[in-house]
């Protein structure tokens, strides 16, 4: 790795490449846990920056996927999102009426989910070299359960929040100006996580499937654990508008960005509370697969013929600034 190409960003094997020699230089037990958030005793700590574009989109601006990007990192290490930091840095030209349409947006969204702005910077960079603006928000919360993904082991059930891909899907829509009815999923997963921890269900991991989508996560949590994870394709929900954009375009929708779902694993005796639970919030959760007792770090995908395939790691560019 000589130069960093933009797929380096991607959520695929190339991120994760650029990661590990990130990880080598700082290594330590707390990055060793490879979660989004650090866990730090019974705090939780997350950081992240958003280069969205377009910055507006139908339901959303990069101010609302700032706060949710940051606070869901912290819940899906199972704690309580509480504070908040925003940087931003500004393009030389960029208007100031923009500025605050996302400012309010980050917060009314800090409104919605109690936490609380404490602190921030602002820099500007000269125009033609910023993108109109980037955001980098962390998020600081008190663990209540904690969740790991070394807690990944067999006979785990998979479950996913909701249908996959609208987030990359609204994004490719809006680039490409086309009439299809696809929003963005981000928001705040604050309420099913919630509703979880207060269960008596047995949950081993979690993430939100954002960059690199559903396959990024399926398959970096085989690779920790060691195991195979055996999906069903058929179980997976996508809805109909996405899977016409990715026919257009050539995407595989497992490979898409996502900003407000998440997949999970919990114990198999568990599945049904944890499904019944998140179709409360929406009605597309669904069982997908499971973590079988194959030593192998692979994910394999079956259709509904009972073929196998298997779900690599997405690869290459995909889709550049998306959150």
């Not at 921030?120 to 910023?130: E, I, S």
């Not at 996502?258 to 499904?275: I, Q, R, W, Y």
């Amino acid at each position: 790795m000589d130069k960093i190409t933009l797929a380096h960003g991607g959520g695929g094997d190339e991120m994760n490449a650029l990661v590990g020699e990130i990880f080598s230089i700082f290594d330590n037990d707390v990055l060793s846990e490879v979660n989004d958030a650090a866990i730090l005793n019974d705090i939780a700590f997350s950081t992240d920056s958003f280069v969205l574009n377009p910055i507006f989109l139908k339901n959303l601006d990069i101010g609302k996927l700032s706060v949710c990007g940051s606070v869901n990192d912290v819940l899906m290490v199972g704690a309580k999102p509480l504070y908040l930091s925003l940087a931003l840095i500004l393009e030389e030209g960029f208007e100031i009426e923009k500025l605050k349409i996302i400012l309010n947006s980050i917060k009314k969204e800090c409104l919605k989910l109690g936490v609380k702005l404490v602190c921030g910077d602002t820099k500007v960079v000269p125009k033609n070299k910023g993108d109109e603006i980037y955001i980098n928000t962390s998020c600081i919360g008190k663990v209540i359960k904690k969740i790991s993904t070394k807690d990944i082991q067999n006979n785990l059930s998979i479950i996913v929040s909701r249908d996959i891909g609208a987030h990359g899907c609204a994004v490719l829509v809006e680039r490409n100006n086309l009439q299809a009815n696809i929003i963005s999923d981000c928001k705040n997963l604050k309420s099913e996580v919630e509703a979880l921890l207060k269960s008596n269900i047995k949950i081993k991991a979690m993430r939100d499937a954002t960059r690199g989508g559903l396959s990024a996560v399926l398959n970096e949590w085989s690779l920790l654990s060691g195991f195979e994870l055996l999906i069903y394709e058929e179980k997976i929900p996508i809805c109909n508008e996405v899977l016409g954009v990715c026919e257009l375009f050539g995407y595989e929708p497992y490979e898409l960005a996502n900003e407000g779902t998440f997949v999970l694993c919990v114990e198999k005796e568990d599945e049904k509370s944890a499904l019944e639970i998140l179709k409360k919030f929406n009605h597309n959760a669904s069982i997908i697969g499971e973590v079988t007792a194959i030593k192998k770090s692979r994910v394999v995908l079956e259709n509904a013929y009972g073929a196998r395939r298997i779900l690599e790691a997405p690869k290459g560019e995909l889709l550049p600034r998306i959150c």
